[in-house]
Nanobody, 118 residues
Framework: VQLQAFGGGLVQPGGSLRLSCAAS????????MGWYRQAPGKQRELVAT???????NYADSVKGRFTISRDNAKNTVYLQMNSLKPEDTAVYYC?????????????WGLGTLVTVSS
Protein backbone atom coordinates (compact mmCIF):
# COMPACT_ATOMS: atom_id res chain seq x y z
CA VAL A 1 0.00 0.00 0.00
CA GLN A 2 1.28 3.45 -0.91
CA LEU A 3 -0.01 6.97 -0.45
CA GLN A 4 1.13 9.50 -3.01
CA ALA A 5 0.45 13.21 -2.61
CA PHE A 6 0.36 15.79 -5.38
CA GLY A 7 -0.27 19.48 -5.76
CA GLY A 8 2.22 21.33 -3.62
CA GLY A 9 4.05 24.37 -4.83
CA LEU A 10 4.76 28.06 -4.39
CA VAL A 11 1.80 30.39 -4.02
CA GLN A 12 1.38 34.00 -2.99
CA PRO A 13 -0.45 34.95 0.21
CA GLY A 14 -4.18 34.90 -0.41
CA GLY A 15 -3.83 32.32 -3.14
CA SER A 16 -5.15 28.79 -3.44
CA LEU A 17 -3.81 25.30 -3.95
CA ARG A 18 -5.44 21.90 -4.18
CA LEU A 19 -3.65 18.86 -2.84
CA SER A 20 -4.60 15.32 -3.70
CA CYS A 21 -3.53 12.01 -2.23
CA ALA A 22 -4.17 8.66 -3.82
CA ALA A 23 -3.87 5.35 -2.03
CA SER A 24 -2.83 2.39 -4.15
CA UNK A 25 -2.05 -1.26 -3.66
CA UNK A 26 -3.93 -4.10 -2.04
CA UNK A 27 -6.62 -2.13 -0.25
CA UNK A 28 -9.74 -3.58 1.30
CA UNK A 29 -11.02 -0.63 3.29
CA UNK A 30 -9.89 2.87 4.18
CA UNK A 31 -11.34 4.44 7.29
CA UNK A 32 -9.43 7.43 8.57
CA MET A 33 -7.80 9.49 5.83
CA GLY A 34 -6.55 13.01 5.95
CA TRP A 35 -3.78 15.58 6.00
CA TYR A 36 -1.10 16.63 8.42
CA ARG A 37 1.64 19.21 8.01
CA GLN A 38 5.04 19.96 9.45
CA ALA A 39 6.59 23.38 9.31
CA PRO A 40 10.35 23.89 9.76
CA GLY A 41 11.29 23.50 13.39
CA LYS A 42 7.81 22.44 14.43
CA GLN A 43 6.04 19.19 15.19
CA ARG A 44 3.72 17.53 12.72
CA GLU A 45 0.15 18.67 13.25
CA LEU A 46 -3.29 17.70 12.07
CA VAL A 47 -4.72 19.83 9.27
CA ALA A 48 -7.92 18.03 8.32
CA THR A 49 -9.11 14.45 8.40
CA UNK A 50 -12.07 12.18 7.90
CA UNK A 51 -12.64 10.21 11.08
CA UNK A 52 -13.65 6.59 11.41
CA UNK A 53 -17.27 7.74 11.49
CA UNK A 54 -16.74 9.79 8.32
CA UNK A 55 -16.95 13.03 10.25
CA UNK A 56 -14.45 15.78 9.49
CA ASN A 57 -12.01 17.37 11.87
CA TYR A 58 -10.19 20.59 11.02
CA ALA A 59 -7.41 22.36 12.84
CA ASP A 60 -8.70 25.66 14.19
CA SER A 61 -6.07 27.50 12.18
CA VAL A 62 -7.53 26.32 8.85
CA LYS A 63 -11.27 26.34 9.55
CA GLY A 64 -13.14 28.37 6.95
CA ARG A 65 -10.15 28.35 4.57
CA PHE A 66 -9.42 24.68 3.89
CA THR A 67 -11.85 22.00 2.72
CA ILE A 68 -11.20 18.28 2.75
CA SER A 69 -13.07 15.93 0.45
CA ARG A 70 -12.73 12.35 -0.72
CA ASP A 71 -13.52 10.10 -3.65
CA ASN A 72 -13.95 6.61 -2.23
CA ALA A 73 -14.06 5.00 -5.67
CA LYS A 74 -10.58 6.36 -6.36
CA ASN A 75 -9.21 5.95 -2.81
CA THR A 76 -8.31 9.61 -3.00
CA VAL A 77 -8.56 12.48 -0.58
CA TYR A 78 -8.28 16.14 -1.51
CA LEU A 79 -7.44 19.31 0.35
CA GLN A 80 -8.61 22.58 -1.14
CA MET A 81 -6.64 25.38 0.46
CA ASN A 82 -7.86 28.95 0.02
CA SER A 83 -6.75 32.27 1.48
CA LEU A 84 -3.32 30.84 2.11
CA LYS A 85 -1.08 32.52 4.63
CA PRO A 86 2.71 32.42 5.07
CA GLU A 87 2.16 30.38 8.24
CA ASP A 88 0.60 27.63 6.12
CA THR A 89 4.06 26.96 4.68
CA ALA A 90 4.92 23.36 5.49
CA VAL A 91 5.37 19.90 4.13
CA TYR A 92 1.90 18.38 3.87
CA TYR A 93 1.55 14.67 4.52
CA CYS A 94 -1.29 12.38 3.61
CA UNK A 95 -2.29 9.83 6.22
CA UNK A 96 -4.56 6.82 6.07
CA UNK A 97 -5.70 3.94 8.26
CA UNK A 98 -6.06 1.10 5.80
CA UNK A 99 -7.07 -2.55 5.81
CA UNK A 100 -4.82 -4.55 3.49
CA UNK A 101 -5.58 -8.25 3.54
CA UNK A 102 -6.35 -8.90 7.20
CA UNK A 103 -4.08 -6.22 8.61
CA UNK A 104 -4.99 -2.69 9.64
CA UNK A 105 -2.08 -0.29 9.41
CA UNK A 106 -1.43 3.43 9.40
CA UNK A 107 0.25 4.71 6.26
CA TRP A 108 1.96 8.01 5.47
CA GLY A 109 2.72 9.55 2.13
CA LEU A 110 6.10 11.17 1.45
CA GLY A 111 4.75 14.69 1.68
CA THR A 112 4.39 17.61 -0.66
CA LEU A 113 5.87 21.04 0.04
CA VAL A 114 3.59 24.06 0.16
CA THR A 115 5.31 27.44 0.27
CA VAL A 116 3.28 30.60 0.76
CA SER A 117 5.39 33.63 0.01
CA SER A 118 5.35 36.83 -1.95
Amino acid sequence: VQLQAFGGGLVQPGGSLRLSCAASGSISTITVMGWYRQAPGKQRELVATFTDGNKINYADSVKGRFTISRDNAKNTVYLQMNSLKPEDTAVYYCNGFILSGRTWSQYWGLGTLVTVSS
